[in-house]
């Protein structure tokens, strides 16, 4: 068992279990959100029609979908980026449904202190559970960490993404996110 902790820190952990989790499902829907404006870029000139016809798109997939035919006949550099984002859209996708839809669950062990009554837990106290296809998978708060870093690169890789294929200039940050995500793929 670990070290105790007051119940200070067990409130401050508990809370800070719930942040993650609600800032990584919030910044997959900055994520999901902003490809109207990939769309938009993928077609060019035609902002009001392509808000238009995204708007239609209900659910990842014919989202996803629109961007690919929005990008038929572009540069293969492009498609080879888009290819590589849209699989990391799609995995972001699945961990926000398992993690919206998971069960936060207290996986630490009690422990009440003999010169106090505040009670303590061990250091793995908060833990959120889902059961797939695969089995079930758990996030710890590290794991959540890791989730909203990652989705936080992915947005930041779709702005950059969008200015690229619309002949805009991105920010360094952008694109740094961009070529660490897409490593391997021509974004030039």
């Not at 550099?77 to 936060?104: F, I, M, N």
Request: charged residues 25%; hydrophobic residues 40%.
């Amino acid at each position: 068992m670990g070290t105790g902790q007051s119940r200070q820190e067990v409130d401050r952990d508990y809370h800070a279990f719930f942040e993650l989790l609600g800032h990584f499902v919030t910044r997959y829907q900055s994520v999901e959100d902003h490809l109207a404006n990939v769309f938009s870029a993928a077609l060019g000139d035609h902002a009001d029609w392509s808000k238009a016809i995204f708007e239609t798109a209900r659910g990842i997939d014919p989202k996803l979908k629109l961007i690919d035919a929005g990008l038929i006949g572009a540069d293969e550099s492009h498609r080879e980026t888009w290819k590589a984002l849209r699989k990391l859209v799609q995995d972001a996708h699945e961990t926000r449904g398992s993690l919206a839809h998971c069960t936060p669950v207290s996986a630490g062990s009690v422990v009440i202190f003999i010169d106090s009554d505040q009670p303590g837990h061990s250091e793995n106290w908060m833990e959120a559970r889902k059961q797939t296809k695969r089995g079930e998978q758990t996030w710890k708060v590290e794991d959540l960490r890791v989730e909203l870093n990652r989705v936080s690169k992915l947005f930041s890789a779709l702005i950059a993404f969008g200015h690229i294929i619309s002949g805009e200039t991105s920010r360094e940050h952008l694109l740094a996110a961009l070529e660490e995500l897409t490593t391997g793929h021509a974004i030039a």
